[in-house]
């Protein structure tokens, strides 16, 4: 029992935190905004050279062979800086996917994914829209409990507009085929349950980097600004609700960590302990959206301060894979149709 | 990372489960606030600590088992899981005793350690007096130095356990010069001190679970005292550090409360009476309580590696203390028409503990430092937001 990250895991978590700092500053994320895609492929091929996309591909493949501990720190930076690439697509869920079911689609994809040269979208029914299909080079759909591969020219896209700028989700008309067909019956069925789990877990990441910034920037403002001829920063009213949120945050990341090392090592517990951790993570993302602009009060309200570019994510996070209901009422059934862990850690039974 | 018990942990904890189940009280004790309940309670710890498991993570030279804190963590689950007696003094084992450890001499350490695990003396904390509650440093009361021993005057209150404890535990001020955290000194003072006098408070249930303790020309050795002469406000520390932070209070007892909800949930969900509104409450109740265990662990593991408990205490706090009262608040609303029975009425057969826990949580967002404290040490310790 050791409930902590090595000392290279928080090494390369610190690595990655300074290229984004350096790579995808504000500035960047709100310059993007402004173009057609939203997405640059140069900040991509960067983050490829650092070995995110591959994080989870298998060496052989170009990739790291790492799993979700080392992965869910990474993902938490790129929450802190509001990075909108499709890792979350791409390198959490479609490159475990590919990964797992094999074959030509393995033999296509992994190597691609992990050099930066592939992105990929999925559209999993847990998502009404389909993120990042504008600039994905494959398409991993779901119909009729199946998943197909299809390239993104067979498919039409119908943008919808979202609040948060940086993100681009689409409605995809297709048609499914037999030789698009990549799995069907029990093996889609893992790959689909799984792929939640993957996508809800690296939102959780994330939401937890969102939320520790939003406060940064929360008690950034609230120590600067002056009024009464002292720092608002210094009135209980505004010490107490950011610590209402530290608290929410500090009781979330060890949700999310637990969750990591379930989806990574494959725990019975895996579903239930990841919606937990879906569930705190984005809870404590919103209570720090919705505090940090109370903090801010009216610059924060502007298109002009950068607040909103966190407090966006936060909100569009909470709602992707699955939002805080679909997973209260996951960890519910379990809980009270008997499934649930009765002790942490899925411990049962002493087995000696 | 690795959340696998080895097999070591695992034997640990069949050995802790074998140990209760064949030890453990049939019956309910009474409550440890009555006089009866007090000596069944000590009874019961002398028992425990017969069988080795007072303090398991205390050396064996002081009635401890030599234990990690993720041992600790495994007897803790077992327990509340064998649904064992609560801890009479918890005040001493669970808050001085680490503190001891921490700033005790060898000879201080070998002298209370030992008769605070068999509980042959229990003990009460005296942190608060009448001027001096959530601004602690606003103590009065005095110790002043007369040859080997302090004279000992002021009056301590809502002294936990002080109805009926041995010993207890609290702040005087040495150096009458000073102000606030400096010139204080960290005293224990036996209760049947001459000049001491102890007055039982009941508390909200009825219960004398506190007292006031007057203090008149008490005289206490000079070896009673914890720690350096004037600087006993860093001893307090860190006995709230263990109060708030860890050990007062582990997840164990958390998701024993969370399970038994759940249980409480499916009853009345099988006697078709349930309020669907409750459904998610009860969820949040056991998903916290996780939280709260997971946070622990990792809390451990950090502390195992060489860390130490800081202000991250008043996060754990809070945190503990609103669940506690969330799940009870939860349960009561389930018993609907039940909720305000008392355990002894006809109709609160098996659900009488929910109304006593609900009382006693109450106290959970007050005790140890207020939450509202705990607050702004966290804005202004960890958060560093500006004092003024």
Redesign the interface.
């Known amino acids: 029992m050791e409930f902590a990250f090595s000392e290279d895991q928080e090494l390369l978590r610190s690595t990655v935190r300074d290229f984004l700092a350096g790579e995808a500053p504000v500035k960047i994320i709100r310059e993007l905004w402004e173009t057609d895609s939203g997405r640059s492929r140069q900040l991509w091929s960067s983050l490829a050279e650092v070995g995110l996309p591959g994080l989870l591909v298998p060496e052989d493949r170009g990739g790291l062979a790492m799993d979700e501990i080392d992965l869910v720190l990474l993902l938490e930076e790129s929450g802190r800086a509001a990075l909108a690439e499709p890792l979350i697509s791409t390198a959490a869920v479609a490159a475990p996917m590919i990964r797992d079911l094999g074959g030509a689609l393995a033999d296509a994809w992994l190597e691609k994914i992990a050099g930066g040269d592939a992105i990929v979208a999925v559209g999993h029914p847990v998502n009404r829209f389909t993120s990042d299909a504008h600039v994905a080079d494959l398409l991993l759909l779901e119909a009729n409990g199946e998943i197909h591969a299809v390239d993104p020219s067979a498919a039409t896209l119908i943008h919808q507009p979202a609040n948060d700028p940086a993100r681009r989700i689409f409605s995809i008309e297709w048609k499914p085929s037999a030789a698009s067909c990549v799995a069907s019956g029990a093996e889609a069925r893992r790959e689909l349950d799984a792929a939640i789990d993957r996508g809800a877990l690296a939102c959780a990441a994330q939401a937890i980097g969102v939320g520790q910034r939003l406060v940064e920037m929360a008690v950034a403002y609230a120590t600067e600004r002056h009024q009464f001829g002292v720092p608002i920063g210094s009135f209980q009213a505004i010490k107490h609700a950011l610590a209402n949120v530290q608290v929410a945050i500090e009781y979330a990341q060890p949700v999310v960590y637990r969750a990591a090392h379930s989806v990574a090592t494959h725990g019975r517990c895996r579903s239930v302990d990841v919606s937990m951790a879906k569930r705190a993570a984005c809870s404590a993302a919103e209570q720090a959206a919705r505090t940090a602009l109370q903090v801010h009060g009216a610059i924060g309200y502007t298109w002009e301060q950068d607040l909103h570019v966190w407090m966006r994510r936060a909100w569009s996070l909470a709602g992707a894979w699955g939002n805080g209901a679909w997973h209260s009422a996951r960890v519910a059934s379990a809980l009270f149709e008997g499934t649930a862990p009765t002790e942490t850690f899925g411990y049962s039974a002493p087995t000696v | 990372?690795?959340?696998?018990?080895?097999?070591e942990?695992?034997?640990f904890?069949?050995q802790a489960?074998s140990w209760l189940e064949s030890n453990v009280p049939a019956e309910p004790l009474a409550s440890f606030d009555t006089a009866d309940g007090f000596e069944q309670h000590r009874k019961w710890e002398q028992k425990l600590n017969a069988g080795g498991w007072a303090m398991v993570p205390w050396p064996v030279e002081y009635g401890g088992r030599g234990s990690d804190l993720?041992e600790w963590l495994i007897f803790e689950?077992e327990y509340y899981r064998s649904g064992a007696p609560g801890r009479v003094n918890q005040n001493g084992i669970f808050l001085l005793g680490p503190t001891i450890m921490e700033y005790g001499t060898d000879e201080q350490k070998a002298r209370y350690l030992p008769k605070m695990a068999s509980s042959e003396e229990v003990w009460a904390q005296g942190w608060s007096e009448p001027n001096a509650g959530s601004d602690m440093a606003a103590i009065q009361a005095t110790a002043v130095r007369d040859g080997d021993h302090y004279i000992l005057n002021g009056q301590k209150t809502w002294a936990s356990r002080g109805a009926y404890a041995d010993w207890l535990f609290g702040m005087f001020r040495t150096d009458p010069d000073t102000e606030r955290h400096r010139g204080i000194t960290f005293v224990l003072v036996p209760l049947d001190t001459p000049g001491v006098t102890v007055r039982p408070i009941e508390q909200l249930d009825g219960e004398a679970g506190f007292a006031e303790v007057f203090l008149d020309d008490a005289r206490v050795p000079v070896s009673n005292r914890l720690g350096e002469e004037n600087k006993g406000w860093n001893v307090a520390m860190s006995t709230a550090g263990f109060e708030r932070g860890l050990m007062l209070r582990s997840?164990a007892r958390f998701?024993n409360t969370a399970?038994k909800l759940?249980a409480l949930?499916?009853d009345t969900?099988a006697n078709g009476e349930v309020e669907p509104l409750l459904?998610?409450a009860?969820?949040?109740s056991?998903?916290?309580a996780?939280?709260?265990?997971?946070?622990t662990?990792?809390t451990?593991?950090?502390l195992l590696?060489g860390g130490k408990i800081g202000s991250?205490a008043s996060?754990n706090k809070?945190?503990w203390s609103e669940l506690d009262v969330h799940m009870h608040e939860t349960a009561l609303a389930l018993l609907g028409a039940r909720g305000e029975l008392l355990p002894e009425a006809p109709g609160a057969t098996g659900v009488g503990d929910w109304l006593d826990g609900y009382l006693f949580s109450l106290s959970g967002p007050i005790y140890a430092g207020t939450n509202?404290i705990?607050?702004?040490v966290?804005?202004?310790r960890?958060?560093?937001?500006?004092?003024?």
């Open positions: 990372m690795d959340l696998t018990y080895t097999s942990q695992q034997a904890r069949q489960r993720i689950e997840p998701q399970r759940v949930y499916r969900v459904r998610d009860v969820v949040r056991w998903m916290d996780e939280a709260y265990t997971l946070n662990y990792q451990v593991t950090r590696q991250e996060i809070i945190f509202e705990q607050r702004n966290i804005a202004e960890i958060l560093n937001l500006p004092r003024k």
